[in-house]
């Protein structure tokens, strides 16, 4: 999802303009699609692994998630250590009702994972976000998406040794041949536009 609200927001309006003729249908979804079936005719999907499915991928960047909250939140609860994280507001960008845990890489490579409770839950980013920028909680997001709260002071990362895996953000699509001309040109313009903009806003992984 976070690709589709940020990275393409910024790229494709030059694409739209480059070929005035061709017109585009964007869906965002968290949710595993199946291209065939669902009729689409490319994705963009951020993993940590790669499935064994039959179709053809592009890498365009990396990306990973960082834990934050706003200064007064984080003054508030002082979170020292991972045992902290599972009593306190969860701001959640999933949709799902149930497992809500997620796996962090700390110093020295040292995985564990983190059982939380949220008290929001839903796929819209730009929610979570505004939500922690109001103290509501604690936000585990992008960092796409909090990039600029950071560097402004109206977020801080917590726990910033701690972070998700990186993921690779791949172009995914069912093969050049299944491709019409329109989406062959789209394919040939993420791969050279999508990892520039990432790097020139700074929401490249350090």
Not at 85 to 93: D, E, G, R, T, V
């Amino acid at each position: 999802l976070a690709p589709a609200q940020y990275v393409l927001s910024l790229i494709l309006p030059a694409f739209m303009a480059r070929y005035p003729l061709i017109k585009l249908q964007l869906v965002v979804s968290d949710r595993p699609v199946d291209l065939i079936g669902d009729k689409i005719d490319i994705a963009i999907r951020a993993r940590t692994g790669l499935g064994n499915e039959a179709l053809t991928m592009k890498k365009l960047a990396s990306s990973y998630r960082v834990l934050v909250a706003s200064p007064a939140f984080a003054a508030e609860h002082k979170v020292g250590d991972l045992k902290c994280l599972s009593a306190l507001p969860f701001l959640s960008s999933s949709e799902a009702e149930a497992g809500h845990s997620f796996t962090l890489v700390g110093p020295a490579g040292r995985r564990e994972t983190v059982n939380v409770t949220p008290r929001l839950m839903t796929t819209d980013f730009n929610l979570v976000r505004e939500a922690a920028l109001a103290g509501l909680g604690l936000a585990f997001l992008p960092i796409e998406v909090v990039t600029a709260a950071i560097g402004e002071g109206r977020l801080i990362r917590v726990l910033p040794e701690w972070q998700s895996e990186k993921a690779t953000i791949h172009l995914v699509f069912a093969g050049q041949k299944s491709l019409t001309p329109a989406g062959r040109l789209l394919v040939d313009y993420l791969a050279a536009e999508f990892e520039p903009m990432v790097r020139r806003r700074g929401l490249a992984p350090g």
